[in-house]
């Protein structure tokens, strides 16, 4: 069955731009999650979501960073004046339960680059 | 001090050899702990997970928890060169917030 899909697969912005991240979660999956991973190290939670509202929001390292999921499916990750700092790969991940547990099923992510 | 600690490594090991893979955590209100397998430009996989302390097994591969040392293994028995990949240990409080918490990842390379 269909994966958890990431577009763009790779974005290339300069400093200052507007960028856009979508990610179509698995079909039925409530909860959906957004990470940034940069080389070298493991994903970094940014921001949840149980339905359409953010549900933790503690993850996004400033307000040039904003996310939405208006009808509670598809997700967009807005990055404003992006910074060269913000290039990673930014992973989406959704989620159902498993037994006791929430499992989270990741797409490919985002290959971010800010020249 | 971060959360959770992982040696990135790289290892690297013939095939056949049994790899030791382990993560250290801080925060004793963590209580699931998962192994997730990152392949070259590809998102994180869940390999395993346990709840609180014990050991886990499936196939070649057993998952430990120990929660008085705040210690959690991940071992391969008979490693293939396909298990060639990043290891990436996670954990989760209960209840909450459902984030993950991932330690830096360990880069394993299986040597025919």
């Known amino acids: 069955g269909a994966g958890v899909s990431q577009t763009p697969s790779n974005k290339v912005t300069e400093k200052g731009k507007y960028v856009e991240l979508r990610c179509d979660p698995i079909?039925?999956?409530?909860?959906l999650y957004w990470y940034r991973q940069s080389l070298g190290q493991g994903p970094e939670f940014l921001i949840y979501f149980q339905g359409t509202g953010a549900a933790d929001d503690s993850g996004l390292p400033n307000d040039r960073f904003f996310a939405v999921r208006p009808e509670g499916s598809v997700s967009t990750l807005k990055i404003q004046r992006t910074e060269r700092g913000d290039s990673a790969v930014y992973l989406c991940a959704s989620s159902f339960m498993q037994g006791s547990l929430e499992t989270q099923y990741f797409g490919p992510g985002t290959r971010l680059l800010v020249l | 001090q971060k959360e959770v600690e992982q040696d990135p490594g790289p290892l690297s090991v013939p095939e056949g050899a049994i790899v030791s893979l382990n993560c250290t955590y801080s925060n004793s209100a963590f209580q699931y702990f998962m192994w997730y397998r990152q392949y070259s430009r590809k998102g994180p996989e869940l390999l395993m997970y346990t709840y609180s302390s014990g050991n886990k097994e499936d196939g070649r591969f057993t998952a430990q928890v120990d929660k008085s040392s705040k210690y959690i293994s991940l071992f391969i028995r008979d490693s293939q060169p396909s298990d060639s990949a990043t290891y990436l240990c996670a954990i989760r409080t209960q209840g909450g917030s459902e984030k993950l918490v991932f330690g830096k990842g360990t880069k394993l390379t299986v040597n025919p």
């Open positions: 079909s039925g999956h409530t909860a």
